[in-house]
C-alpha cells in the first residue's frame, strides 16, 4: 500500500523543546517538501529536498531544520529558535521525472505550550 | 515566490448547485493545480492545467485557465454534501525550481 506517512498526528511540547516530525514516503518519489498551514494562510514552504544528501530552504526556513539521508525520509526539527511553532505541518512528496502534482501526508498537529 | 490567491474565500451552497472558485497568480507558469483538503488532514491531489490549455474536464470538475488574465477557474458541478472541503490552487512556476506555491483555499460547504 503505497503513500506517504507523519506521525504522530497530534505532539504537545513545552517552550524550548527541540521536537521531530517524521515523513516516510514508499512512493520512490526523489522529491520531498515541508509545509506549514496556519487558519487562513494557506501552506507555505518550509524546507524542499529534490534528491538525497540535498535539500533547499523555502519560504519560512528559520528554526527549522530538516535532513535527507534516505529517500524515504525527510524529517524535520522545530527547534527553540521557531519563535511560533504550533501549527499544522504537512509533508509532501513528488516523482521528478513525473507530472508536478505532490502527494500529503495526514499532517502532523503540534502545539507548544 | 509567486502565490495563488482564490476568490471567494468562503461558499456555502445547497447539495445539487454547482460552485465556482477562482484563483489568480503573478508570474508566468508551467501548470496550475488544484488540492482538496478535508479538515485536518492531508492535500488531495484533484486537477492539473498546463499553461497551453484553457480547460479541462474531470468527472464533475472542470477547470479553466487564462494565462492572458493569470486567473483560472475550479467548477464542481452538483455538488455533494461530501464536497465540503477547502480548496486549494496551486502554481508550478516556469523555471524547473519544483516548488508549488499555494493559494490561501476556499472553503466549501455543501448542505445537504
Known amino acids: 500500500d503505497g503513500g506517504i506517512t507523519q506521525s504522530p498526528k497530534y505532539l504537545f511540547r513545552k517552550e524550548g523543546q527541540n521536537v521531530t516530525l517524521s515523513c516516510e514516503q514508499n512512493l520512490n518519489h526523489d522529491a520531498m517538501y515541508w509545509y506549514r498551514q496556519d487558519p487562513g494562510q494557506g501552506l507555505r514552504l518550509i524546507y524542499y529536498?529534490?534528491?538525497?544528501?540535498?535539500?533547499q530552504k523555502g519560504d519560512i526556513a528559520e528554526g527549522y531544520s530538516v535532513s535527507r539521508e534516505k529517500k524515504e525520509s525527510f524529517p524535520l526539527t522545530v527547534t527553540s529558535a521557531q519563535k511560533n511553532p504550533t501549527a499544522f505541518y504537512l509533508c509532501?512528496?513528488?516523482?521528478?521525472?513525473?507530472?508536478?502534482?505532490?502527494?500529503f501526508g495526514p499532517g502532523t498537529r503540534l502545539t507548544v505550550t | 515566490s509567486q502565490q495563488g490567491e482564490e476568490d471567494p474565500q468562503a461558499l456555502s451552497i445547497q447539495e445539487g448547485e454547482n460552485a465556482t472558485m477562482n484563483c489568480s497568480y503573478k508570474?508566468?507558469?508551467?501548470?496550475l493545480q488544484w488540492y482538496r483538503q478535508n479538515s485536518g488532514r492531508g492535500l488531495v491531489h484533484l486537477i492539473l492545467i498546463r499553461s497551453n490549455e484553457r480547460e479541462k474536464h474531470s468527472g464533475r470538475l472542470r477547470v479553466t485557465l487564462d494565462t492572458s488574465k493569470k486567473s483560472s477557474s475550479l467548477l464542481i458541478t452538483a455538488s455533494r454534501a461530501a464536497d465540503t472541503a477547502s480548496y486549494f490552487c496551486a502554481t508550478d512556476a516556469s523555471g524547473g525550481n519544483n516548488r508549488l506555491a499555494f493559494g490561501k483555499g476556499n472553503q466549501v460547504v455543501v448542505i445537504p
Open positions: 508570474t508566468s507558469i508551467n501548470n
Open positions: 529536498s529534490q534528491i538525497v544528501n540535498d535539500f
Open positions: 509532501a512528496s513528488r516523482d521528478r521525472q513525473g507530472p508536478s502534482e505532490q502527494y
